[in-house]
């Protein structure tokens, strides 16, 4: 075997034991490895929404007026809204765009927020003003209030609305690593670095990088949780996704309207924010716990 | 042959204080206040002294990862402090480090490989194989095992890590090895392995040691030379042996004095300083030993003691060390 | 064997992600009233874990005491109630520990700080309180005490701080002071005034000192008798006269930096080494992966503490290899 394909080998043998142990630690929190298995569940639904859908015609907007506001039925799972369409397509597909949607917001975020939070925290000085006191400005924006300015600038949209959401999150993520790097920086290994002559780019990124970035996950994860709740929030107050859109907050926002007359309308997207929004709580939670310990290996 | 191969001259690093809104200047911390050092080939230069003497900071400098404020440092000729980019990689690779911790000086999230590799990387356009064969080479010097490749540092003790710390600083083929308190952290027995290590390296490839400890059973068997530092000052230097037998400095007979060896008969036998190092920021007047000096006169607080040739390669900084023409002190 | 504190068949283990690993593993311990008892171990050798098991302060999980006493006094330490060993810590024991940065709580003074034990424990007035204060700042030898009393911890040196805490730690009357590593963190001439302090101290206040450090050389010139722990276990324990004079565990001989006959050369290390894990309590010597001087038996049986000499004992199968006088029977101490 050549040098190199072993190499490979071991490597990927490697990572994976590592991978391994982390399932091991998450597979210990069985609260945890539940809200898992249900995330991955959701992104499988997120996935093959399309084709699953028992009346695709009725995600964006068919009317059915024959049928319209029918209870929960064995045609009809989560019942129809009041122009006949069945709400468990809607809601099914509409876990793709939450899914979706705060997934975007907080990569985003993520590639806006932690550069910046190496930059300022490694260089420290002017740069390090510069940028946390932009920090500080984009974090006194409330995002409902950040949305609505968006709204009335370029009209509101779903698109427009997470546009809003990565302008409100960035920043956190960048004073968290911004945190760590100061403290990071001060390590040995970062001293040896320097003194091999590794470029400060590579330090930033192979050296500091990897150890800071535990808190980032989990601050990521249970973000992702609450971005859909906020982007849910967005669309009920009208400034997020427009009819005929099927996103949960939107189909709660219509099903006020109705509230006294079709209970099932307003409970199922409801109910799958909350529990999508819960379990990414619980497995940021459950990550902490994974991750910190492993940190502190000693 | 005996050309010194590193010199330091005068050499000041002041860190600046700020207060005040806005900011400025109000004070400066005298980390590095005039040292002047020269260490010649394959010598082993120990430096020894408590904290706040600024033996950290003087390494800092000499490493180029701090920029001094005044003096010079020669290395092979060369001024490295005007060093044009080239000539800088070119500096990187003559002189490395080990540090005292060996958990935080390996990056504890890389594998050994990457992380006794990096130097090899960043200088040099190997390829895979050739870094792995190399690694592998440079950790059977220091008696690690192959398999050690691609495991993490928590995987090994104290000792085991530091071997790994001083494979990756020999990865460039440096001349010199600054040694920053290389056997603090480690147990006993590693200890001593780790130093007959570093002797077996020394005589192998010629290498120049600076060796800070505090520990004096370390800088005795290993330092040929060594400098005694006390606030930012280099107060005696000369011969280890010589220095060793007969400290001339007062704050070197000190230091030497209150720590116990193996011949120390009882606690009456350690001798305590009264006081505690006055701050970097506020040097004392002076000679700056003589708000704790037990033999201090007048002239000492108010002038500063001149470099006093004590014999060939021995020098101390005081005033009592001054002796007329016939050999009598002229205190 | 001594009525005053006595150590027996105590065994801690803690729970780590590799197993229940034993960490102390000690048959018999015992302090005479009024001296000075010297425990040399380094990192890794569970001496704080001692220490903090005598005060009952061992956070528990991850560590659990499997069995043992602690005599004090007459009284088992380890079946006290919470709220009578609360009675103990300060009045009676006391502790100082190695760094004297995170002992001081940075946002109140010391005066306060000692001022606040002192209430804690006796009951006496503010007045009284800081008077009390006063004189413990006065006896750890600290200049100009009145102003001494209204300093913040960062505003002294780690010397003084350090010489507050030992002040803390005395200002309740406490008879027997555990001291871990005190001068661990101080400068070499700052460390020789905190230990000529913790003498002086132990004469005027005919206190009892147990002290803790990885430094041999320090542990032998402050204590009348000394005990090595390895891995848990005592494996040399005798005056530090006797030791020093004639140290026979390849170890402490080790420690003292007397290097064995056989140099050994830089070997590779087997993965037995790299990694410690559940062993059978006395199925191997603990220190027979580093021992030089090891023989076939070292591999099958833990040797226990055998007496060499009227107060020397040493637990090495070497010493039960030879012949000494003809007390040399196998009890432990």
């Given amino acids: ?298 | 042959m005996n050309q010194p191969a590193l010199v330091i001259k005068n050499l000041k690093k002041y860190f600046p204080v700020y207060s005040g809104f806005p900011p400025r200047v109000k004070n400066w911390i005298k980390a590095v206040d005039g040292v002047t050092l020269n260490i010649k080939k394959v010598e082993t230069l120990g430096i020894v002294g408590e904290s706040g003497c600024g033996k950290s900071t003087l390494v800092n400098t000499i490493l180029r990862l701090e920029k001094p404020t005044s003096g010079e440092v020669i290395l092979e000729g060369k001024d490295i402090f005007h060093l044009n980019k080239r000539e800088m990689s070119r500096l990187r690779k003559e002189i490395q480090i080990v540090f005292q911790d060996p958990f935080w000086s390996l990056n504890p999230r890389w594998l050994i490989k990457d992380i006794v590799g990096e130097p090899l990387r960043v200088h040099f356009n190997l390829s895979l194989g050739e870094i792995l064969s190399k690694v592998e080479k440079l950790l059977g010097m220091v008696g690690i095992p192959k398999t050690a490749l691609y495991k993490y540092p928590h995987e090994f003790s104290g000792g085991e890590r530091q071997r790994i710390a001083i494979a990756r600083a020999l990865a460039l083929e440096p001349n010199f090895v600054i040694l920053d308190e290389p056997t603090s952290s480690i147990d006993v027995f590693s200890q001593n392995q780790i130093l007959k290590l570093l002797k077996k390296l020394k005589e192998e490839f010629n290498l120049t040691y600076i060796l800070i400890s505090h520990d004096l059973s370390v800088v005795k068997s290993m330092a040929d030379k060594i400098a005694i530092m006390y606030l930012g000052k280099v107060v005696e230097y000369g011969p280890a042996k010589k220095v060793f037998e007969s400290p001339a400095h007062p704050y070197t007979n000190a230091l030497f004095k209150a720590i116990p060896d193996a011949n120390t008969k009882d606690i009456n036998s350690i001798i305590a300083l009264e006081g505690e190092v006055p701050s970097a920021i506020n040097i004392p007047s002076g000679c700056r030993f003589h708000t704790r000096c037990p033999v201090a006169r007048e002239i000492c607080h108010k002038e500063e003691p001149p470099v006093i040739k004590l014999s060939e390669e021995h020098e101390a900084v005081c005033f009592l060390l001054k002796k007329g023409e016939r050999g009598e002190s002229l205190l | 064997m001594s009525n005053y504190f006595e150590i027996k068949d105590l065994k801690i283990n803690f729970e780590t992600s590799e197993g229940i690993k034993n960490v102390i593993n000690i048959n018999e311990l015992d302090l005479h009233k009024g001296e000075t008892f010297g425990i040399v171990g380094e990192s890794g050798s569970g001496k704080s874990v001692l220490a903090m098991s005598i005060l009952r302060i061992l956070p528990s999980p991850p560590a659990f005491i499997k069995s043992g006493k602690i005599m004090f006094k007459g009284k088992n330490l380890l079946e006290l109630k919470e709220k009578e060993i609360q009675k103990i810590r300060g009045k009676e024991i006391s502790m100082i520990f190695q760094d004297p940065r995170s002992t001081l709580n940075p946002v109140f003074t010391v005066g306060q700080q000692i001022i606040n034990v002192i209430r804690y424990n006796k009951f006496l007035t503010k007045k009284d309180a800081e008077k009390e204060a006063l004189r413990m700042i006065k006896l750890v030898k600290l200049p100009d005490a009145k102003n001494t009393l209204h300093k913040y911890p960062n505003e002294l040196s780690g010397g003084e701080r350090q010489r507050i805490i030992i002040a803390i730690a005395l200002s309740c009357g406490a008879e027997l002071l555990i001291a871990d590593e005190p001068t661990r963190n101080l400068d070499v001439t700052i460390q020789a005034g905190i230990l000529k302090l913790i003498n002086e101290l132990k004469e005027e206040l005919e206190i009892t000192v147990l002290f803790i450090a990885n430094n041999v050389n320090l542990v032998f010139i402050v204590s009348g008798r000394v005990a090595v722990l390895y891995k848990g276990k005592i494996i040399e324990i005798g005056t530090s006269q006797e030791i020093r004079e004639e140290p026979i565990h390849p170890y402490t001989r080790g420690l003292l930096g007397i290097v064995s006959p056989a140099e050994r050369e830089i070997k590779n290390l087997t993965e037995a080494n790299l990694k410690e894990g559940i062993k059978a309590e006395n199925s191997i010597c603990p220190f027979f992966y580093e021992c030089e001087e090891r023989i076939e038996i070292c591999k099958k049986i833990s040797p226990t503490l055998t007496k060499v000499n009227n107060g020397h004992w040493v637990s090495c199968h070497r010493v039960i290899d030879r012949e000494v006088d003809n007390e040399s029977t196998s009890i432990s101490h």
């Fill in chain 1, 1 to 298: 075997m050549s040098k190199k394909s072993n190499y490979y080998n071991i490597l990927i043998k490697r990572r994976l034991e590592t991978l391994k142990e982390y399932l091991y630690l998450l597979k210990q929190n069985k609260l945890t490895f539940a809200a898992l298995i249900i995330i991955l569940f959701l992104i499988i639904i997120a996935i093959i929404a399309p084709i699953i859908v028992p009346f695709p015609s009725h995600i964006y907007g068919a009317v059915n007026p024959q049928d319209k506001l029918l209870s929960p039925s064995w045609t009809y799972l989560f019942g129809t809204d009041e122009m006949g369409r069945d709400l468990f397509s809607r809601v099914l597909y509409g876990t793709r765009i939450s899914l979706l949607g705060s997934l975007i917001a907080v990569a985003m975020g993520l590639l806006i927020g932690v550069p910046l939070g190496l930059m300022a925290g490694f260089y420290g000085g002017f740069i390090d003003e510069f940028v946390m006191r932009i920090v500080d400005m984009f974090l006194s924006f409330p995002p409902l209030l950040l949305a609505m300015a968006i709204a009335a600038f370029l009209g509101p949209s779903l698109q427009n609305a997470i546009i809003a959401l990565i302008v409100s999150w960035w920043p956190w993520y960048t004073r968290l690593i911004r945190g760590q790097v100061v403290s990071i920086k001060e390590r040995e290994f970062v001293r040896a670095a320097h003194a091999i002559g590794t470029p400060s780019w590579q330090i930033m990124y192979k050296h500091i990088l990897p150890n800071c970035i535990s808190p980032v996950i989990v601050q990521a994860s249970m973000d992702l949780g609450g971005i859909i709740l906020t982007l849910a929030a967005l669309s009920f107050l009208g400034l997020g996704a427009q009819a005929p859109i099927p996103e949960w907050g939107l189909i709660v926002n219509t099903s006020r309207t109705y509230f006294l007359k079709a209970w099932w309308y307003g409970i199922f997207p409801g109910m799958a924010i909350f529990i999508a929004v819960l379990c990414f709580n619980l497995l940021g939670d459950g990550l902490r716990e994974v991750l910190d310990p492993k940190t502190k290996k000693y």
